[in-house]
Antibody, heavy 119, light 110 residues
Framework: QVQLVESGGDLVEPGGSLRLSCAAS????????MTWVRQAPGKGLEWVAH????????NYADSVEGRFTISRDNAKNSLYLQMNSLRAEDTAVYYC????????????WGQGTLVTVSS | QSALTQPASVSGSPGQSITISCTGT?????????VSWYQQQQGKAPKLMIY???NRPSGVSNRFSGSKSGNTASLTISGLQAEDEADYYC??????????FGTGTKVTVL
């Protein structure tokens, strides 16, 4: 059974940094591309970043380009999101999602971790 | 990248059919057949309902169907049930090798 568990969400001041993790189990992690999606309180879904199965390519939303870095460690079955220069508008629940193996979609999702950027 | 446009809300009575539209551009919805739909119930993670315009993952009811014409994709829910009440989001791959979600539609079962 596919399981994705996010962690690392916290309250951080504007300008600060945070690293999110996503622990994957129940499937061959190294065989799948992965994605981060966020959802601000009461708002819709926003695609954040994507990484290929072997670590490349990496693609980012314009809103986070240059501030966030997506990475993965296939030996540890883990996905990461390093978030720097955080802004109030980055406040959201961050979900990690597995890409479809041969399809273009997000077929499994974690439960999310809350990031709050506030002074 | 602007969000795809969806109606804010759609409602219907049990047993009726409803359709949710998702309008993008020739650089996303209109360019690829890579539109997917997600159901998000209150307080839960999204769930994949339709992939690549019109395909249903295993376990998703055949009451859910998808289609596309030009820059607009659609999700139809037939035989509406109380359990279908949720927020629905479309998503599309784009020519910039990124993804974009729709603005979201709240479905209410009357």
């Amino acid at each position: 059974q596919v399981q994705l568990v996010e962690s690392g969400g916290d309250l951080v001041e504007p300008g600060g940094s945070l690293r999110l993790s996503c622990a994957a189990s129940g499937f061959t992690f190294s065989g799948y591309s992965m994605t981060w999606v966020r959802q601000a309180p009461g708002k819709g879904l926003e695609w954040v970043a994507h990484i290929g199965s072997s670590g490349s390519p990496m693609n980012y939303a314009d809103s986070v380009e240059g501030r966030f870095t997506i990475s993965r460690d296939n030996a540890k079955n883990s996905l990461y999101l390093q978030m720097n220069s955080l802004r109030a508008e980055d406040t959201a629940v961050y979900y990690c999602a597995r890409d479809g193996s041969a399809t273009v979609d997000f077929d499994s999702w974690g439960q999310g971790t809350l990031v709050t950027v506030s002074s | 990248q602007s969000a795809l446009t969806q109606p804010a809300s759609v409602s219907g009575s049990p047993g009726q059919s409803i359709t949710i539209s998702c309008t993008g551009t020739s650089s996303d919805v209109g360019y690829y057949n890579f539109v997917s739909w997600y159901q998000q119930q209150q307080g839960k993670a999204p769930k994949l309902m339709i992939y690549e315009v019109s395909n249903r993952p295993s376990g998703v009811s055949n009451r859910f169907s998808g289609s596309k014409s030009g820059n607009t994709a659609s999700l139809t829910i037939s035989g509406l049930q109380a359990e279908d009440e949720a927020d629905y989001y479309c998503s599309s791959y784009t020519r910039r090798s990124t993804y974009v979600f729709g603005t979201g539609t709240k479905v209410t079962v009357l």
